[in-house]
């Protein structure tokens, strides 16, 4: 069901004919008028929702469109003006609510734009007296197998840099952790707060506190 709502022609009749001779002229015009609009906005929503990869609108656009069909099996010319006034009024509510699902598909539009992940770069100076045998860069909280970076490297050993890393900042700046191994078999692990890290990439180094027995990481 997915993106398959197709859109509709502007086409000037309801049914037979939205056009008739007589005292009713007026309110024919305003109800083939109303359809114009109705159909402009069914198709602007349309194309809007081709656009997002969010399918949970899909039921709702279908049902508007039915409601399409019924108005569409109106015949004019045998209605009186307050039964077409009923109708002009059925067709606003159906304006209304494509505004609506319009603003709500715009909304998951900016959200899944946003969504998008920024990749920034890293470069890691060994600034400690420490040598790492093993290096992981990950999100925080995925708990899947993580790469040892340094796995082609004898070693991270002091006064060495390890260039071309990347990690991606998402829409909710979700942190990433940095793991590091050295030759004694010591884990350690930083949080790194991607929020303030800039898309023009980031330089560090790595920094030990002989007092703390903690590894930083400074800016």
């Given at each position: 069901?997915?993106k398959?709502?197709?859109?509709?022609?502007?086409?000037c009749?309801?049914?037979?004919?939205?056009?008739?001779?007589?005292?009713?002229d007026?309110?024919?015009?305003?109800?083939?008028?109303?359809?114009?609009?109705?159909?402009?906005?069914?198709?602007?929503?349309?194309?809007?929702?081709?656009?997002?990869?969010?399918?949970?609108?899909?039921?709702?656009?279908?049902?508007?469109?039915?409601?399409?069909?019924?108005?569409?099996?109106?015949?004019?010319?045998?209605?009186?003006?307050?039964?077409?006034?009923?109708?002009?009024?059925?067709?606003?509510?159906?304006?209304?609510?494509?505004?609506?699902?319009?603003?709500?598909?715009?909304?998951?539009?900016?959200?899944?734009?946003?969504a998008?992940?920024?990749?920034?770069?890293?470069?890691?100076?060994?600034?400690?007296?420490?040598?790492?045998?093993?290096?992981?860069?990950?999100?925080?909280?995925?708990?899947?197998?993580?790469?040892?970076?340094?796995?082609?490297?004898?070693?991270?050993?002091?006064?060495?840099?390890?260039?071309?890393?990347?990690?991606?900042?998402?829409v909710?700046?979700?942190?990433?952790?940095?793991?590091?191994?050295?030759?004694?078999?010591?884990?350690?692990?930083?949080?790194?707060?991607?929020?303030?890290?800039?898309?023009?990439?980031?330089?560090?180094?790595?920094?030990?506190?002989?007092?703390?027995?903690?590894?930083?990481?400074?800016?």
């Open positions: 069901m997915s398959k709502i197709i859109s509709l022609l502007i086409v009749c309801i049914s037979i004919s939205l056009i008739a001779c007589g005292p009713s007026e309110k024919i015009q305003e109800a083939q008028s109303k359809y114009t609009q109705l159909v402009e906005i069914h198709n602007q929503a349309v194309e809007a929702h081709k656009e997002i990869s969010d399918s949970s609108l899909d039921e709702s656009l279908v049902k508007l469109r039915e409601q399409i069909d019924e108005v569409e099996g109106y015949h004019l010319q045998k209605m009186s003006d307050e039964e077409r006034d009923t109708l002009i009024q059925i067709m606003d509510v159906l304006i209304t609510s494509y505004n609506e699902q319009l603003a709500t598909i715009n909304d998951i539009k900016d959200k899944e734009d946003a998008v992940l920024i990749p920034i770069s890293m470069t890691i100076a060994n600034d400690t007296g420490l040598s790492f045998h093993m290096l992981k860069l990950y999100e925080k909280d995925d708990i899947g197998v993580h790469k040892n970076i340094l796995e082609e490297m004898e070693s991270l050993a002091p006064g060495q840099t390890v260039i071309g890393l990347v990690i991606q900042r998402d909710d700046n979700t942190p990433w952790i940095l793991e590091l191994t050295d030759s004694d078999g010591t884990t350690y692990e930083i949080e790194l707060p991607v929020a303030e890290y800039g898309e023009e990439g980031v330089k560090a180094s790595l920094k030990y506190s002989t007092e703390t027995k903690e590894l930083s990481l400074d800016i």
